[in-house]
């Protein structure tokens, strides 16, 4: 069974460029979350998408969005991107949740590195 | 206040030894906790849930003190393939998971 995929493993942009992430959860798993690891912290969740729908946000202004296909694949974009926003991008998809406590399986995650 | 907070380490020990630590969460009505393992420049991996009456995993115990609102990680017999960052997860219901900074282990031959 595949686990959760993401793409770009790398991508390295400039200030105020927009950078696109993605990922595939495992099959039959609705729920996906994305977390931003930067260098030496923990992880801070930034978004948490059920059945395509938003269902949580995190602590991060508006220009990090995302969205979830009708596939259950999810899309996260950061646009005027800041140095701050490097970092390792990590997705995690579970089964469908309505309740944020079912047990993640995360992807390699992307790392992406602004200039 | 953080939502988990982790004493990050390092914690130092030789292979054998016994080595335990707790992480603190800030809002009681927290309902499910984890225990998660990070490998150097690689993706949390699920160790062990943590059940409210403690539960084992091998060499590995985990404790819930709702009343103090910790939980705890000890490892038994270290091997030097326990040397990770171990992270503490919890979660409210409807929320998404929360997770500690993490405490880094390292075992030493």
């Known amino acids: 069974e595949a686990g959760v995929t993401q793409s770009p493993t790398h991508l390295i942009k400039t200030r105020g460029q927009q950078a696109t992430l993605r990922c595939s959860p495992i099959?039959?798993?609705?729920?996906v979350y994305w977390y931003q690891q930067a260098l030496g912290l923990g992880l801070q969740f930034l978004l948490w998408?059920?059945?395509?729908?938003?269902?949580n946000r995190g602590n991060f202004p508006p220009r990090f969005s995302g969205r979830q296909f009708p596939n259950y694949s999810s899309e996260l974009n950061v646009n005027a991107l800041e140095l701050e926003d490097s970092a390792l991008y990590l997705c995690?998809?579970?089964?469908?949740?309505?309740?944020?406590?079912?047990?993640?399986?995360f992807g390699a995650g992307s790392r992406l590195t602004v200039l | 206040r953080k939502e988990v907070e982790q004493d990050p380490g390092p914690f130092n020990v030789p292979e054998g030894a016994t080595v335990a630590f707790n992480c603190t969460y800030s809002?009681?009505?927290?309902?499910?906790f984890f225990w998660y393992r990070q490998d150097c420049r690689k993706e949390p991996k699920l160790l062990m849930s943590?059940?409210?009456s403690g539960n084992e995993d091998g060499r590995f115990t985990a404790q819930l003190n709702r009343a103090s609102q910790y939980i705890s990680l000890l490892i038994r017999d270290s091997k030097l393939s326990d040397s990770a960052t171990y992270l503490c997860?919890?979660?409210?219901?409807?929320?998404?998971?929360?997770f500690g900074a993490g405490t880094t282990v390292t075992v030493r031959a």
């Open positions: 995690a998809s579970s089964r469908g949740d309505s309740s944020g406590a079912n047990v993640l399986t």
């Open positions: 099959s039959g798993h609705t729920s």
């Open positions: 998408y059920d059945e395509g729908e938003e269902r």
């Open positions: 809002n009681s009505a927290s309902q499910s």
């Open positions: 943590v059940y409210s």
């Open positions: 997860v919890v979660n409210m219901r409807y929320t998404r998971l929360s």
